[in-house]
């Protein structure tokens, strides 16, 4: 279906929406009762007149939708008597951005803000940022000290200046610190026996047996500092250790080394770095149970003066939602430097931590420095924002980051950024709801790019209330005479003391005024209809009473009663699904959800493959609608897939396309080798043991596996990345892995099989004579058996013979009882 019958399909089917929204909406505003309930609902203005004006109707409905009162203006109220607190912005710090070496550098515009939000209405800000030239960087490095890593902390001691140099060469203001762990001293973690725990293993130095050191959880070997000399000293100097079972206490050392501000030597305005390095997985929340303690962990640091973890064997290890919490308020990155053999569930890990990364390092360290550059660039090239938005304000974010004209998308990462870069932000954010205590509708909030300590503070005011309904601000009268002394008059309505009920609290008691025609047609919304209202409820003093329903959650409300909290549609059999109240008939979702049911995802985050910035809706080849992918059709491809990224009835998926190079590189076979082409491959072709599949990383880096028959019958296979430049742009291959041995049919033996065939026909012959022989034989045994039981039973006399009769017979006259012979 192409894009403009999309959207014709859609239009026709969200104009009759429409219409009913702004009928409903009309609807909702007039049933509220209260200036506060007025200004909670959406694009509702209220009228605190106490008298109403000659030219409005008989009933004065004080209510209304704002685009209503725009069209009726004094009309319906005087001016002066309007409350509409509308949303309002000022900027209160705004330092322009700046990004030259040696000055202070601003990175975020504006710096602070006062935003005043009406529940339900959205607010639109721009928010801009820079890199900033030569940002400060505090890198530690933490490290795993057991009895396998020696070799990687040897390495890393000489590699110490070159990780500086390298760091150098992005920012002259660089400063490295080392810590190292190894586990809880404890059963089962450690072996806590006698001469174990002093000793727990040795090395061998200089051909010399050397003892490793007495296990501890974490040590805090150099705090962050200039002198980059000493680096190499302290980490060689730092002793090996060891422990019982396989993982580490890497987490436990990781919360140390994020909070502990002050003893680490953390910078405010500097990007936190942790290197965490190890060959081994770590123990997480709950581990510390094995081994009795069950104290969660408090995220507070617990270092000594000699810099040890005091609270190892007193709490438990960190969750991960710990380390994720902490480190986004900490503003630190993680680098997991980490052996090729663990990868996987660090690679798992990382995606739980925001702003952390992987990268495996060689078994001698060599590609350390590499890493961590390479690593860093990522993380100064790119820029993702965070906030701390309470729960009941929702924050969207759109940019077309270096897209100067391009189409303004749903998203809070760019990438590929550069020094002098400007990325403008529009940030919508919306009051879903108001809070019961009036203490939280004043808010303050921060959105930062992560991993840095600048923000953007926001001092929230939902507006939750009028002023007219405080005491002492004008508009709000105890006593009033408009109230017949019996209430208190707060923005035009009359709250009646108790006891006292009505319009001007001039009804007592428990009066039903059936018998004043007046008060009946004030219970009725207009003359046209005869019922009381609405059928909900009795007319009381000129005022209805709504009746009650038996679950005490289900209430009808609204000046005819007109209104209820329950009858919404529902989804999944809960009203609004669950994710939204209901508020007169229609359901007011929450934060990041809608429709007519609030089953609709109002996010394009789960349309985007977690793969950077650069990150597309839909891969540009379709629109994201509650939540998911509606992949287009064009020139008769049809994309499909999660994020629209597969093309069934694309040739192959481009394995067709690659097969021939891959073939002739590889195998030196095929029809580029035959025409001795391969010189003509344009891809780099890279030969391995065996191509490895991962379904969820090769989907994040746009891997595709291909296994495609060639020469001989024979079937190969490789792997290929690929991305596009941009919306729409070319696709491009790179990277390319071809399993070195292929998968080839063997060559069928014509003689062996002929000899078989044959040998198996004598055989099966042979063997269906001798069934039929011995099964004969068998039935043969038993019939003569037969024979001779039924012989042996038969007796035969000799003086008869069986075959002999008589000539005379016998009979007798049966009248004259005497016997006769012939």
Known sequence: MTSWKILLTLGIHLFPLISAEYKDSESLCASQQTCSSCLQTPRCVWCSSTESNERSSHVLVRCITREKYRR??????????????????????????????????????????????????????????????????????????SRSMEEYRDRLSKTGLKIADAMRKLTSNFRLGFGSFVDKVVLPMTNTQEGKRDVPCTTIRNGITVPCASPYGYKNQMPLTNDIHSFKSRVQEAPLSG???????????????????KEIGWRQNARHLIVFSTDAVSHIAGDGRL??????????????????????????????????????????????????????????????????STGIIDKDSR???????????????????????????????????????????????????????????EVVLKAVECPADAREWQQTMQIKPRGLNESLVIDLNIVCDCPCERPGNPGYKAGSADCKGNGTLTCGVCACNQGYYGKHCECKGNDVGTDSEAAMIECKPNNETTEICSGRGVCKCAMCECATRPNPQ??????????????????????????????????????????????????????MPSNGGAAEICSGRGDCVCGNCHCHEKDNIRYSGRY???????????????????????????????????????????????????????????????????????????????????????????????????????????????????????????????????????????????????????????????????????????????????
């Open 644 to 822: 629209c990224e597969e093309c069934p009835t694309c040739p192959g998926q481009w394995c067709d396309e690659l097969k021939d190079c891959v073939e002739c590189t590889a195998y030196n076979t095929g029809r580029y080798a035959e025409n001795g082409k391969c010189d003509t491959c344009p891809h780099q072709i890279d030969i391995v043991d065996v191509v490895e599949e991962d379904s969820v990383k090769d989907l994040d880096t746009g891997a595709r596996v291909c296994r495609t028959p060639g020469d001989a019958g024979c079937t190969f296979t490789f792997k290929y990345h690929q991305h596009r430049d941009g919306t729409g742009g070319d696709i491009k291959i790179f990277n390319i892995l071809a399993q070195k041995e292929r998968t080839c049919p063997k060559p069928i033996n014509v003689f062996g099989v002929a000899v078989g065939l044959v040998a198996s026909t004598v055989f099966l012959g042979f063997l269906m004579l001798l069934i039929w022989k011995i099964l004969t034989t068998i039935y043969d045994k038993r019939e003569f058996a037969k024979f001779e039981r039924e012989r042996a039973l038969a007796k035969w006399n000799r003086g008869d013979n069986p075959l002999y009769k008589q000539a005379t017979s016998t009979f007798v006259n049966p009248t004259f009882h005497e016997s006769t012979k012939d």
């Open 72 to 145: 009726d203006r004094d009309l319906w109220c005087p001016l002066s008597n309007v409350i509409d607190n509308e949303n309002s912005f000022i900027i209160d710090k705004d330092r322009p951005l700046s990004s030259m070496k040696g000055t202070d550098p601003v990175q975020i515009r504006p710096q602070k803000v006062h935003l005043r939000l009406r529940r339900g209405e959205e607010y639109r800000m721009t928010l801009s940022y820079s890199q900033a030239e030569d940002y400060p960087v505090d890198l530690y490095y933490l490290m795993d000290l």
């Open 367 to 425: 590609n350390v420095v590499a890493l961590i550059s390479g690593e860093y660039k990522k993380l100064v090239q790119s820029v993702a924002l965070t906030d701390d938005a309470p729960k009941m304000i929702d924050v969207k974010y759109f940019s077309r980051c270096l897209e100067t004209n391009g189409k303004l998308k749903e998203r809070r990462e760019c990438g590929g950024l550069r020094v002098g870069n400007v990325v403008h932000f």
């Open 291 to 356: 081994a009795g303690i069950i104290e969660p962990n408090d995220c507070l640091c617990h270092l000594d003066e000699t810099g040890f973890y005091t609270y190892s064997l007193l709490q438990d290890y960190p969750s991960i939602s710990q380390i994720n919490k902490m480190a986004h308020e900490h503003n630190v990155n993680i680098i997991f430097a980490i052996t090729k053999s663990v990868s996987t569930n660090y690679e798992l890990l990382s995606r739980s931590i925001g702003g952390s």
């Open 243 to 261: 422990n019982l079972d396989t993982p580490e206490g890497g987490l436990d050392a990781m919360m140390q080394a994020i909070v502990c501000t």
């Open 554 to 607: 289900e209430i009808y409300y609204g000046k005819y009663c007109e209104c209820d909290n329950f009858y919404c549609k529902r989804s999944g059999g809960l009203v609004c699904g669950g994710r939204g109240k209901c508020e007169c008939g229609t359901c007011n979702c929450l934060a990041g959800w809608g429709g007519e049911t609030c089953d609709c995802e109002q996010t394009n985050s789960t349309c």
